[in-house]
């Protein structure tokens, strides 16, 4: 036999037992592929007199109701637990705000200022560098005979969150003049020499000499182990720092693994804002060997906060194109 063709037949389409035409219509088809919603070729079609469905799984039924937003009261103290423990992440590895106790590090910081200390770049292996501002747990006893003033029950609470420090640590803030490695002197009124070069100080408060004339520590020469640094107040003549900590078991070095972090920023009060850059007269030839890969690292923060941010970006992004598409 030779092939079927298959197509449109127009009339009838054949004839019954008795003679009378079939239309094609009547006619249960012998083979071939049908729409399996096509009643009349045997799908699973609706039954007579049932409405036609339409596409899609239960599309037929009520639309849901969207839901209602939560009112701003509900979702407060949510917002408020999420504050709370990005505060005490941010406390923990990024960033700490501290309060200057005392007059110390005049003028360069004053007595309640607050600062902001990077926490997060002693992380990735960086060490204190000379010129920088540096706060660092009491080594041994450094604050013995000091009572510092209890604190109310908010800035207990401010303490908590890392937005004060807490009374208990018993932190001192100064300024890094050697690191390991480095010969730290002072004769007579000055100049503080480190490595034989002279520092100019102009941060020195006002009326201060660099080095101070007595017999208690004021006059020294010290070679600075590796894994301490030597550190003093900007307000030479009123902090007792390395110099005047000498006997301790240290010998006045601070040791690297004490130091919480550099201060980079006076955030409080405003009219005190501004940032703690280390002086130009520790860049000298000879004096600051700071390497690439240390440089590098005092950018750590920045670069991670900027990686940090991409995310958040892009999922705000998403979602304005999700509420556009709706």
């Not at 408020?80 to 990005?86: E, K, T």
Request: net charge negative.
């Amino acid at each position: 036999m030779g092939d079927v063709a298959v197509g449109a037949r127009s009339g009838h389409d054949g004839e019954d037992h008795r003679g009378h035409p079939v239309e094609a219509a009547d006619r249960a088809p012998d083979d071939g592929v049908t729409s399996g919603s096509d009643p009349a070729a045997g799908g699973d079609g609706p039954p007579p007199g049932e409405p036609p469905r339409t596409g899609g799984e239960g599309s037929g039924g009520p639309a849901p109701k969207a839901k209602k937003p939560r009112s701003f009261w509900k979702e407060l103290p949510i917002l408020i637990g999420i504050a709370l423990v990005l505060a005490l992440l941010i406390k923990t590895f990024l960033v700490q705000a501290f309060s200057i106790p005392s007059a110390s590090m005049e003028n360069t910081l004053r007595i309640g200022d607050r600062v902001l200390v990077d926490k997060l770049t002693p992380w990735f292996g960086s060490e204190p560098e000379r010129g920088e501002v540096v706060v660092f747990h009491d080594p041994d006893d450094w604050l013995a005979g000091e009572n510092p003033a209890e604190p109310n029950a908010f800035q207990t609470v401010l303490s908590w969150i890392g937005l004060m420090p807490s009374a208990e640590e018993k932190d001192l803030i100064k300024r890094v003049i050697g690191v390991g490695g480095d010969t730290v002197s002072c004769k007579g009124t000055g100049p503080l020499t480190v490595n034989g070069k002279a520092l100019n100080e102009p941060y020195v408060y006002p009326g201060n000499t660099p080095c101070s004339q007595d017999d208690q520590g004021g006059q020294f020469t010290v070679k600075v182990p590796k894994g301490f640094v030597w550190v003093m107040g900007d307000h030479r003549q009123n902090s007792r720092d390395s110099r005047y900590n000498q006997s301790d078991r240290n010998h006045g070095m601070v040791p690297v693994d004490q130091v919480v972090g550099r201060a980079i920023v006076k955030a409080w009060p405003i009219s005190h804002w501004g940032t703690l850059p280390v002086p130009d007269t520790f860049d000298q030839t000879g004096l600051n060997d700071r390497s690439a890969a240390s440089a590098a690292l005092t950018v750590a923060p920045q670069g991670l906060a900027l990686v940090g941010a991409v995310p958040v970006v892009l999922w705000r992004r998403r979602r304005a194109q999700d509420a556009e598409t709706r």
